[in-house]
């Protein structure tokens, strides 16, 4: 389902919250004895879209302001470790 802008789409799921229940459902605990958990499901949900739509997220997390880049390769890897501000010295 698309709709005409982020508005739209906020409005529409503040009145049916397809994506709460959704995480929900997927948060339903399987032991009657233990309570659901929403979270679990919006942590498994998380994984899932980042696994296939890793760019996408990327872009979704860039726009809200969180500093992320993707995957890092080695240099930049080891050069954020070797950075003195992440060594063990201190």
Same mark, same amino acid.
């Given at each position: +389902?698309?709709?005409?802008?982020? #508005? *739209? /789409?906020?409005?529409?799921? @503040? $009145?049916?919250?397809?994506? %709460?229940? /959704? ?5 339903? !605990? ?16 998380? $994984? ?5 739509? %890793?760019?996408?997220?990327? #872009? =979704? =997390?860039? !726009? #809200?302001? &969180?500093? &992320? ?7 930049? *890897?080891? *050069? +954020? @470790?070797?950075?003195?501000? =992440?060594?063990?010295? %201190?």
């Amino acid at each position: +389902m698309t709709h005409k802008n982020e #508005e *739209a /789409f906020e409005g529409y799921h @503040w $009145k049916i919250p397809y994506i %709460q229940d /959704f995480i929900n459902v997927i948060g339903k !605990s399987k032991d009657a004895t233990k309570p659901d958990n929403p979270r679990i499901g919006a942590k498994t949900s998380a $994984k899932y879209i980042c696994a296939k739509y %890793q760019s996408e997220i990327i #872009e =979704v =997390v860039q !726009s #809200e302001g &969180i500093a &992320i880049s993707g995957d890092m390769d080695e240099i930049s *890897a080891a *050069a +954020m @470790w070797t950075d003195p501000c =992440v060594t063990k010295s %201190q």
